[in-house]
């Protein structure tokens, strides 16, 4: 049974204070409605441990998740976040700069509606990485209906697994930025305005941004950059414009190309 949460005025619906809510669970509401602050967002240290999971998170203008503190192995798992009522500048979920999130697990969430804003937005300098524990990954979700799926900055994630994700109907790119030492597995990219997956730095060349010695094996591109915002789109973009060197750094192997506006 769900438990209906009005949201307040001036606040999150659910505030994380840090120390205190640490290995705290967040497991079964219906959260409707809640403004730019964020449905749920931490406000006080970090948040070390927090799980977020099995949440139906709606109705808001702003952010789903706000994560503006620090944490350690945080896991947010088996929500569905629709954004269809944002009119805020927020994205569904945002990962804020320069917060450090080590062993961030995001996993089997549906993240949907976003219209001009990205399903996940991360932001930061290599500060989405491994912890003592545990890598960091994105595994098993939906990202549909957004600008984007997932923009992970220039250089926001270091040596995690993004894996068995579906990102499809997204206006732009499935999936864009600059991971590093990554691998990217066995996702389906379909239906996405421009590019699938663009590994890119958006233009900064600059040593240290843009996607670096990343794995892309087992995914599939279909139908992608069809009837989307420029022609000459498609599937698998590695931008020309980034640090010298960075597109000789990946490896591609195993993947299937069908019916991209380009391969």
Same mark, same amino acid.
């Given at each position: 049974?769900?438990?209906?949460?009005?949201?307040?005025? *001036?606040?999150?619906?659910?505030?994380?204070?840090?120390?205190?809510?640490?290995?705290?669970?967040?497991?079964?509401? *219906?959260?409707?409605?809640?403004?730019?602050?964020?449905?749920?967002?931490?406000?006080?240290?970090?948040?070390?441990?927090?799980?977020?999971?099995?949440?139906?998170?709606?109705?808001?203008?702003?952010?789903?998740? =706000?994560?503006?503190?620090? *944490?350690?192995?945080?896991?947010?798992?088996?929500?569905?976040?629709?954004?269809?009522?944002?009119?805020?500048?927020?994205?569904?979920?945002?990962?804020?700069?320069?917060?450090?999130?080590? +062993?961030?697990?995001?996993?089997?969430?549906?993240?949907?509606?976003?219209?001009?804003?990205?399903?996940?937005?991360?932001?930061?300098?290599?500060?989405?990485?491994?912890?003592?524990?545990?890598?960091?990954?994105?595994?098993?979700?939906?990202?549909?209906?957004?600008?984007?799926?997932?923009?992970?900055?220039?250089?926001?994630?270091?040596?995690?697994?993004? *894996?068995?994700?579906?990102?499809?109907?997204?206006?732009?790119?499935?999936?864009? +930025?600059?991971?590093?030492?990554?691998?990217?597995?066995?996702?389906?990219?379909?239906?996405?305005?421009?590019?699938?997956?663009?590994?890119?730095? #958006?233009?900064?060349?600059?040593?240290?941004?843009?996607?670096?010695?990343?794995?892309?094996?087992?995914?599939? #591109?279909?139908?992608?950059?069809?009837? +989307?915002?420029?022609?000459?789109?498609? +599937?698998? =973009?590695?931008?020309?414009?980034? #640090?010298?060197?960075?597109?000789?750094?990946?490896?591609?192997?195993?993947?299937?190309?069908?019916?991209?506006?380009?391969?």
């Amino acid at each position: 049974e769900s438990i209906i949460v009005p949201p307040v005025a *001036a606040n999150p619906t659910i505030e994380l204070q840090g120390t205190g809510c640490a290995l705290s669970v967040i497991d079964g509401f *219906a959260l409707s409605g809640g403004n730019n602050l964020g449905v749920i967002r931490p406000t006080v240290n970090s948040t070390d441990g927090v799980q977020i999971r099995n949440n139906h998170i709606a109705g808001f203008t702003g952010s789903a998740l =706000f994560l503006d503190k620090s *944490a350690i192995d945080m896991t947010v798992s088996r929500n569905v976040m629709d954004g269809s009522s944002q009119t805020g500048s927020g994205q569904i979920v945002f990962l804020d700069a320069p917060d450090i999130f080590q +062993g961030f697990w995001f996993s089997s969430n549906w993240v949907r509606n976003g219209g001009t804003r990205a399903g996940l937005f991360v932001d930061g300098n290599r500060n989405v990485k491994p912890s003592i524990n545990r890598s960091s990954q994105i595994t098993d979700n939906l990202f549909a209906n957004n600008d984007v799926g997932i923009n992970m900055g220039s250089r926001a994630f270091d040596t995690g697994l993004i *894996a068995f994700n579906t990102f499809t109907n997204n206006a732009f790119d499935g999936l864009q +930025g600059g991971p590093k030492d990554s691998l990217i597995v066995s996702n389906l990219f379909t239906k996405n305005g421009r590019w699938g997956l663009a590994l890119t730095s #958006f233009g900064n060349t600059s040593a240290g941004r843009g996607a670096t010695n990343d794995i892309v094996v087992c995914n599939t #591109f279909t139908q992608n950059g069809i009837g +989307g915002p420029a022609t000459g789109n498609g +599937g698998l =973009f590695f931008s020309a414009a980034q #640090f010298a060197g960075n597109n000789a750094s990946h490896h591609v192997n195993f993947n299937n190309f069908s019916l991209n506006s380009t391969g």
